[in-house]
Structure formats: C-alpha cells, structure tokens
C-alpha cells in the first residue's frame, strides 16, 4: 500500500470510530437525569461514596475529614448554556465509553504492519490499554473530583463573597480530572513500548526512583487544591504504586528481550 491508501485505510477504522461515539453520545443525551445527576453532579452531594469513606477513615484516625457540606450553587449564565453544556458532556461521556472501542479501531490498523513475533508480545493490548484508562478515570472521579471540589467549592476569601459556580467551570474541573487521570495511567503501556525499543531499561527507571518520589508529591500538591497533607498523600500514594508497577513491566519485557538474543 502506498502512502494515500494508508490515509484511506486509517480514514475509514477512525469513521467507524467516530460513528460508535457518536452513538453512544447520543444514549448518555438522551438519559441526561443518570449523565448529570447521578455522575456528573455526583461529588456535589454531601452523600457521595468518597465523603462517606472519609468520615469513616476519620474515625478511625481521629482526624476530622468528614464532609458533610458543600457551599455553593450551580448558575448557567447564557441563554444556551445548559444546552451547550448537555452536548459536550454526553460528547465527553461517549468518548469515555467508546474508548475501547477507539483503540481496537487503531490496533487493527496497525496490527497488518506487525511480525508475528510483535504481534504475539503485544496481544491483550486493547484490553490492558482500556483497563488502565478506566482505571484512571475511576481514580479521577473519586478522589480527585471529590477532593477538588470541596476545597474550591468552599473556598472564601471573605464571607461577603458567596460561591455561585458556573456549570461550565463545574464540568470543565470534573472532566479535566477524569480525562487526565485516565492517561496518566497509561503509563505502563507507554513504558512497555520504550523499553521494547530500548529507549528505557529497568534499572534506569530504578536508578531514578528518587527522583519520581519528588516528582509524584509535586505533582499530587499541583493537582490537589487542597492544603491538606492527607489529601496529597490519597494522591501521591496511587501515583508511585503507578511507577513501581511500570518497572515491574519494564522488567518483564527487558527479560524477553534479553532471553530472545540469547537464542
């Protein structure tokens, strides 16, 4: 195939793509009561799973993490604001759901390019890729979301100063964690790939621990308005565990390679 016919060939796995988005788009419009008042509006509610796991941990730590009030209200400030609203987050929830789907497309596009031999090394790629993804997402939702909009959500610097968010700026911090999560811990498959190609070996990535350490808390106190230290560590915790198991795959594919020059 030349170079247009690969174009062609992409074109159409990304229609395809785009079109199952699009219809799942559609579904998460049409039950707009479970998009937003459910999930959406979800780490709004004093009742929500996270804050009910925080009081619980703060009794047994005799630490007051308990929530049990959020002090602000919801405003749309343009005429078309709840419809435009409506569309990008079922556009968003569509792309979340259609995520699998959006990596096999890719996967068959360049799975013909493969030796064997690639193919076998990366088979179970869509289903480990789409794991982490959820995974992140997950990680977002319920610990981040939670944890930034109850500190931002309450926040004042004077008592005359009432919190009436926008629901733009709601949707837009709920989002935003959830999304970057979800490829923040792709970073195994991303380690995978430097080290098939030897970009990146194991005990570079063990020689500079150290370093992620530093970087992980950096990271948890930029992504975490909250001050508080309990909630950088409910962030920084998950993100090392993240580092130390891609080693572990860096290690493993490092093995294979090792074992194949052997022979």
């Known amino acids: 195939m030349n170079f247009l016919d690969h174009l062609e060939a992409l074109r159409w796995h990304l229609v395809r793509a785009t079109l199952v988005i699009f219809i799942l788009a559609i579904v998460a419009f049409i039950y707009k009561e ?3 008042d459910v999930i959406i509006f979800g780490p709004k509610r004093p ?4 804050y009910r796991l ?3 941990l703060s009794e047994k730590l005799s630490i007051d993490m308990c929530i049990t009030d959020i002090p602000f209200t919801l405003i749309s400030t343009s005429m078309a604001g709840q419809f435009t609203t409506h569309m990008v987050a079922a556009g968003i929830a569509g792309l979340i759901m259609g995520f699998p789907y959006l990596l096999w497309e890719i996967w068959r596009f360049v799975k013909p390019a493969l030796t064997d031999k690639e193919k076998r090394y990366t088979r179970g790629i869509v289903f480990s890729a789409s794991f982490l993804f959820f995974c992140g997402v997950a990680f977002g939702y319920f610990i981040l979301s939670p944890l930034s909009i109850n500190f931002l959500g309450s926040y004042q610097v004077s008592e005359q100063v009432k919190n009436a968010i926008t629901i733009d700026s709601y949707i837009s911090i709920v989002t935003l964690m959830t999304l970057a999560c979800g490829a923040v811990f792709e970073l195994p498959i991303l380690v995978f790939f430097l080290t098939k190609i ?3 070996t194991p005990k570079f990535m063990r ?3 150290k370093h992620a350490f530093i970087v992980n808390l950096i990271i948890a106190a930029l992504i975490t308005p ?3 230290v309990t909630s950088q560590l409910l962030v920084a915790i ?3 565990l993240l580092y130390e198991f891609s080693i572990f795959v860096s290690v493993i594919v ?3 390679e090792e074992k194949q020059k052997s022979e």
């Open 207 to 209: 020689s500079y621990r």
């Open 34 to 36: 479970i998009l937003f």
């Open 226 to 228: 909250s001050p508080d």
């Open 198 to 200: 030897g970009i990146i």
């Open 254 to 256: 490092a093995r294979k």
């Open 238 to 240: 998950p993100l090392l």
């Open 54 to 56: 925080l009081c619980k």
């Open 47 to 50: 009742d929500f799973i996270t």
